[in-house]
């Protein structure tokens, strides 16, 4: 959450997967023998009208599907799920998409089609190859593979990564951004102000380009010069299938986090632990998962001398928005914030919520001083009994995020991965307690090394309550806050990337004189 956030042209549903699967469903069972909703696509015609009149139900059908169906039927079937449609077509299409966009890279149970035989395709189920078509003697660049570009899509993460490649494309390397897996919004002169609002840089035109690799059925134009860069696992993969038609063998890998560990023991987590081992420059936002991928010899990591070198930069925290404000301490209600987010099972968010209740019954939070807040999914009010509960804070734009935390006292953020993620520290250097856990080189020591504002736990139940009654304890210790305010973390974006970006350039400018 450390880059802007903007809102939707339509407000995104209020619905959880389940709801949303319950209202497939719906849909569904009224076009019963005519249409069926697949993996991760689009409800699309299962069976033409013919053999849906013609053919005999099959075992494990629906029994609306055994009787054979009229012209008439037929009809009145659609006429019902068209005016289901008419009645909210932009928030049922928004489900579906919200539906898909959920279930396209989680965990899913092998499930077969209701009838007929399984299908079975030559390519794993979240490695989409793209369609590329790659030319010699066009203008070598640099393409950027993200999953989306789309306005709500573009948080933490991705706008690390345009911040990065906006950077590069400043220095005069020719950049494109490449959306995999969703539409690009139809104002694409959205993405150029938003280039220029997360780097700050202004940027020839023509260096810079955006497009959409969705559709599969079109070719994408590759030169036979360019360089890929990753930005998730399911992009390195799409990556390995092109790498072997390029001239240049070696991809650029941008690593975030430990993403094998957002799964299951799972092909998911088999094909996310394969692409450390494929042929990349690596990128690595955090020295604490550098190390991680080091001591765990992950992959390439495993050579000491990949290891060593390895590009990392370490994340920004922007003192111009995040800092103490102290003021209206004296007047307001302490308060609370727990980074919930229950769609990301490595941010504990079971773990927090007890760990609330208990501390709460405790004593930890006084109705009358105390305010507690969701923050990070749109999530019903929680009550934690004591007449204490948790209510939702919206989806704020960047500076009223910022304003948010200036007057929170507690932070509670959980992330079992050895990147920290962002809230924690942009809860600590606007001077909350923030209780977060520990997990293998993200050890308490290098936690305090980065500040005082936080606190941390094993990812245990009592240690988190222990953790939440500290921080409480400490909420008067102004000074002590302040002074734990100051991170040692870039304070800026420039500080953090602008080595990296030089870095990168000499690789650049050094595979072009290799291809020449």
Same mark, same amino acid.
């Given at each position: ?45 299962? $069976? ?13 059908? !629906?029994?609306?599907?055994?009787? $054979? ?8 079937? =659609? ?5 289901? /449609? ?28 209701? $009838? ?7 390519? /794993? ?31 933490? =993460? ?112 088999? /094909? ?26 992950? =992959? ?34 302490? $308060? ?8 990301? !099972? ?29 923050? =990070?999914?749109?999530? !019903? ?136």
């Amino acid at each position: 959450m450390s880059q802007e956030r903007t809102r939707t042209e339509h407000p995104p549903s209020d619905c959880s997967p389940d709801e949303i699967d319950a209202r497939i469903d719906d849909v569904r069972r009224e076009l019963s023998g005519l249409y069926a909703l697949r993996g991760q696509q689009l409800l699309h015609i299962e $069976r033409t009208v013919a053999a849906t009149v013609d053919s005999p139900s099959e075992a494990g059908t !629906p029994a609306s599907a055994s009787r $054979r169906f009229s012209i008439a039927d037929i009809l009145s079937l =659609g006429g019902r799920a068209l005016r289901q /449609l008419l009645r909210s077509p932009k928030r049922l299409l928004s489900d579906v998409d919200r539906y898909l966009a959920h279930r396209r890279h989680q965990p899913d149970e092998w499930t077969a089609p209701a $009838r007929g035989p399984i299908e079975v395709e030559n390519r /794993l189920q979240d490695v989409w190859p793209l369609n590329i078509e790659v030319r010699s003697g066009q203008t070598a660049k640099v393409n950027l593979l993200l999953p989306s570009l789309r306005k709500h899509d573009l948080t933490g =993460g991705p706008n690390t990564a345009l911040n990065l490649f906006a950077r590069l494309a400043a220095r005069g390397v020719p950049v494109r951004f490449i959306a995999t897996d969703c539409e690009l919004d139809a104002d694409e002169s959205y993405l150029r102000r938003h280039l220029h609002s997360v780097s700050g840089l202004p940027f020839a035109s023509d260096k810079v380009e955006f497009a959409c690799a969705r559709d599969r059925s079109s070719s994408l134009q590759l030169g036979a010069d360019d360089i890929l860069c990753a930005t998730a696992w399911w992009t390195a993969q799409m990556i390995k299938e092109i790498q072997p038609r390029l001239r240049t063998r070696r991809f650029w890998y941008l690593i975030q986090d430990f993403e094998p560990g957002m799964y299951p023991w799972s092909a998911k987590q088999a /094909l996310a632990a394969e692409t450390y081992a494929l042929d990349y420059h690596s990128i690595v936002c955090g020295r604490l998962l550098a190390d991680h991928l080091s001591a765990q010899r992950i =992959g390439r990591f495993a050579d000491p001398q990949f290891a060593a070198d390895c590009l990392v930069f370490e994340p920004a925290v922007d003192v111009r928005r995040f800092s103490p404000d102290f003021d209206s301490f004296p007047n307001r209600k302490r $308060r609370l914030l727990f980074y919930a987010r229950p769609q990301a !099972p490595r941010n504990l968010f079971e773990m927090g919520l007890v760990a609330l209740k208990l501390a709460a019954e405790q004593g930890a939070f006084p109705p009358s001083q105390w305010e507690l807040g969701f923050l =990070g999914a749109d999530l !019903p009010p929680a009550d934690l009994g004591q007449g204490i509960s948790i209510q939702h804070h919206a989806w704020r734009s960047y500076d009223d995020y910022a304003r948010l935390l200036r007057q929170s006292d507690v932070g509670l953020s959980l992330m079992l991965s050895p990147h920290t993620s962002y809230p924690p520290l942009e809860m600590a250097a606007c001077g909350a307690t923030v209780v977060t856990n520990t997990f293998g080189v993200k050890s308490e020591q290098r936690l305090r090394q980065i500040s005082d504002n936080l606190l941390p736990v094993e990812p245990r139940l009592e240690s988190i309550v222990a953790g939440i009654l500290a921080a409480v304890a400490r909420t008067d210790q102004l000074p002590q806050r302040f002074a734990g305010s100051v991170l040692n973390l870039p304070p800026d974006w420039d500080a953090a990337l602008e080595p990296l970006v030089s870095q990168l350039e000499a690789i650049w400018n050094s595979r072009l004189q290799n291809c020449n």
